[in-house]
């Protein structure tokens, strides 16, 4: 079970709109522009703000046209990016030791901050951002609404235990850097994310899907409102797992719990970053606005 972190919720907009620019100030000039830490706000406490969170080795870039479109709804936007994402060197070794807690702590520090920014907040991540928000889903009772898109509940299609083991005998293992797609290798898009991944890395997203896998079982998610998002032909996680955790949920909670299953699109398991050659945005993005229900 990964410890909590605590939570620290920004009671004004002042300290949010603060604490929002402290987190864009860590951007340097190692970080390239599009992949910055992205704030869109108007000024003043909105009826919701919204956290977006990214994949791994992605960064903000991935919402590029998403957001403005959230952001057009009245909304404020917060979308951070996670420690050692967004290099201008794609073949950065920097996410070798990147661990779960780290990505917990990001998730927690923009929900923190988003609440200074909204009477309402909302949550939605794909990819280890879906798998943060679910867990944002499952242990914070301040998120109205969490959209986990793609979590990554189980690797490719494999069975949940199937999947949990190899993420044990992969932590023991020495690690490596694999391609995303090895065929095309750094030529991959999109060309502000990396082309390549450590084995560690990821199996420290499944720790994370372990803890709300488990929790599930016995605790309903503590948020308002969630909605799981899947593409049917996703060839990277099983949707299954996925459909087994919001079967836990309702379990335990009659409502509040739905899932939509996108079934008009390509294989492929990020539908939302505008640079992906495979994204049909104009399918998705109208379905996550409406799954947001800002």
């Known amino acids: 079970m990964i410890v909590e972190p605590r939570a620290n919720p920004s009671s004004t907009y002042a300290d949010g709109l603060a604490r929002a620019r402290a987190i864009q100030a860590l951007d340097d000039d190692r970080v390239l522009p599009a992949a910055r830490t992205l704030l869109l706000e108007h000024g003043e406490v909105r009826p919701w703000s919204v956290v977006l969170l990214h994949g791994l080795t992605n960064n903000p870039a991935q919402f590029a046209r998403f957001a403005p479109l959230v952001h057009a709804r009245g909304a404020n936007v917060f979308a951070p990016r996670l420690v050692d994402h967004g290099y201008r060197d794609r073949l950065t070794p920097a996410l070798a030791s990147i661990t779960a807690e780290q990505m917990l702590a990001s998730a927690y520090d923009a929900v923190d901050l988003a609440c200074g920014l909204g009477e309402r907040v909302a949550v939605l991540g794909i990819s280890l951002g879906g798998l943060q928000s679910a867990y944002l889903a499952q242990f914070r009772d301040d998120v109205a609404t969490s959209v986990p ?5 189980a690797l490719l299609q ?9 993420g044990g005998v992969m932590r023991a ?3 490596m850097f694999l391609w995303w797609d090895p065929r095309i290798r750094e030529e991959q898009r999109p060309l502000t994310a990396y082309p390549r991944f450590p084995t560690r890395a990821l199996m420290q997203t499944l720790r994370i899907a372990d803890a709300i896998y488990a929790t599930a079982r016995t605790e309903p998610p503590r948020a308002g409102r969630v909605v799981t998002v899947v593409n049917r032909a996703d060839p990277a996680v099983n949707n299954e797992v996925t459909l087994d955790v919001v079967t836990e949920w309702r379990g335990l909670r009659r409502d509040g719990v739905e899932s939509l299953e996108l079934r008009s699109l390509p294989e492929n398991h990020d539908i939302i970053d505008p640079d992906n050659p495979h994204a049909r945005t104009e399918i998705v993005y109208p379905a996550l606005l409406d799954a947001l229900g800002i």
């Open 158 to 166: 494999l069975p949940y235990g199937v999947s949990k083991a190899l």
């Open 149 to 153: 898109i793609a979590p990554d509940f």
């Open 173 to 175: 293992l020495p690690n």
